[in-house]
């Protein structure tokens, strides 16, 4: 009898047990560890989310209730509709999710990825202009017949293996090196229109050879994305970009860019300032000009960027906007702009998740010089040896220093331990410009992550009243 009792009693303990298991867990969700936010001053709270990419703004009445679906000690489920917003969104997570191996994840499935071909190719090193800022050498001319035949071996080798081809043209000024665009622009459209292949293509040019013939052509080729710099009126814009033998610029560069109006086809124009304390406060009358000539065609975008001691012969006598300054200056002219009535390059496409790394740091995306070396770095070139990373051959082979490689596009976030707490990671991944990394050990921070409260802000401003899939007013109702 005892033993039978006993077991009774044993199975009595497993059955409560059982019942304890079977019992469902109270899911328990807690802030993200990527979240930002800012407060405007109409007391809205807008709140973003680095790896979601989402921005949202709530009214000042519904503030408390999103701090509280906010509170570090957490908030159990079941959750109401605006917390189920904010799980959607990413502002909240279930407390068991490890958002670090998340990363992780992502970051390994796009850093490495395979069927990606980009290449930014140096028509020409030389150049027609003498930029007060620029820091280039102009070492070699245009692109030599054994590179361009290795371009053509290594897209035809690897073109069925690829998703997407990415084609940039630089330089020095890419179209002084123009039969190499003319030859190889065409045939790479063609082969991955074969193949099925996404291609795109751009170019970043100064425009004073970008005549309509010529502009007419590589817009039907597939080269769809110009950058063209023009630095104020004709008054600071010919004292900054002059002509190598001296000489103005502006008025030609001005009509190649008003000429691709009567194009058909789609296309955009970043139309670049750079700015520094000479001409910040000048910029006005281009504005206006603009928007005379250009008649509201949104295909053309403007584009500001601080000019900065990039390494040049008159980075002595530079006069470029401090680091704290930049961010407010860039904000302003954006706005300035927009009122004058020109389209503006969009300040939150800088918070998508990638959005902040530098092409250098990808693996998959080498600059190939006019003699066939393989680089990282379009600010340095050559200049520097840790950025040649190889060289192509003319049957398209890669012969890699992987050493070199490996400095560029190796995962600094991990060994970084500011970078590994940073709610900005997913953005940046450490790399917003591999460079100071690989020259001095600092550490990159983009001005949009140092000052986040006023990039949200101004984001918000930007997309008010948008309907915007990663830029949403919702009702808490």
């Known amino acids: 009898m005892p033993p039978i009792l006993e077991m009774q009693k044993t199975a009595g303990h497993q059955a409560e047990e ?3 298991i079977a019992a469902p867990q109270v899911t328990t969700y807690v802030p993200s560890r990527f979240n930002a936010h800012s407060v405007n001053e109409q007391g809205h709270l807008i709140l973003y989310n680095s ?40 502002y909240i997570v279930d407390s ?5 191996a998340r990363f992780d994840l992502r970051y390994g499935s796009h850093q490495y990825r395979t069927d990606i071909l980009e290449l930014i190719l140096l028509a020409s090193e030389d150049c027609n202009f003498r930029c007060v800022y620029c820091s280039q050498q102009f070492k ?44 190889l622009s065409p045939y790479i459209q063609k082969i991955a229109q074969e193949n099925g292949v996404f291609y795109q293509s751009d170019i970043t040019t100064n425009g ?7 502009s007419r052509k590589m817009v039907q080729w597939g080269i769809r994305n110009y950058q063209i710099t023009l630095d104020g009126t004709p008054l600071e814009h010919d004292s900054h970009r002059v002509l190598q033998e001296g000489g103005p610029t502006f008025h030609t ?9 009567d194009y058909p086809e789609p296309f955009s124009v970043a139309v670049r300032v750079n700015f520094d304390k000479t001409n910040v406060d000048k910029l006005e009358p281009l504005f206006k000009l603009l928007k005379d000539r250009l008649q509201d065609d949104t295909r053309f975008v403007m584009r500001f960027r601080p000019v900065e001691k990039w390494g040049g012969p008159n980075d002595g006598t530079l006069d470029t906007c401090g680091l704290r300054e930049v961010h407010s200056l860039w904000t302003d002219l954006t706005d300035q702009a927009r009122e004058s009535g020109l389209k503006a390059e969009e300040v939150g496409l800088s918070l998508n998740p990638d959005g902040g790394v530098c ?20 600010v340095v070139l050559d200049t520097h040896p840790t950025n040649v990373v190889g060289e192509i051959t003319e049957d398209g082979t890669f012969k890699l220093n992987e050493d070199n490689l490996a400095k560029w596009v190796q995962p600094y976030y991990k060994s970084d331990k500011m970078c590994n707490k940073c709610f900005y990671v997913p953005v940046c991944q450490g790399v917003c410009c591999p460079l100071p990394r690989i020259l001095t050990g600092e550490r990159p921070c983009p001005t949009q992550k140092l000052q986040i409260r006023e990039t949200l802000n101004f984001v ?17 109702k």
């Open 96 to 100: 068991k999710v490890d958002e670090g």
């Open 253 to 261: 560069i001005l009509e190649n860019i008003v000429a691709m109006k």
């Open 359 to 378: 092409y250098a740091a990808r693996p998959f995306n080498y600059i190939v010089g006019a003699d066939g070396k393989l680089m990282k770095c379009t």
């Open 51 to 90: 790896f979601s990419g989402f921005v949202a703004a709530f009214p000042p009445n519904a503030v408390p209730r999103i701090k509280g679906l906010l509170s570090r000690a957490g908030t159990k489920a079941p959750l109401n509709k605006l917390g189920e917003y904010l799980l959607t969104k990413g």
């Open 140 to 183: 070699r001319g245009s692109m030599r017949p054994h590179v361009r035949e290795g371009i053509r071996q290594l897209i035809t080798a690897r073109i069925q293996k690829l998703n997407a081809v990415h084609i940039s043209w630089f330089g020095g000024e890419p179209l002084l090196g123009y039969d190499a665009i003319e030859e």
């Open 460 to 476: 918000w401003n930007e997309k008010q009243g948008a309907d915007n899939r990663r830029l949403v007013h919702i009702s808490t």
């Open 18 to 20: 059982l019942t304890q």
């Open 208 to 214: 004073y050879l970008l005549t309509p013939e010529r």
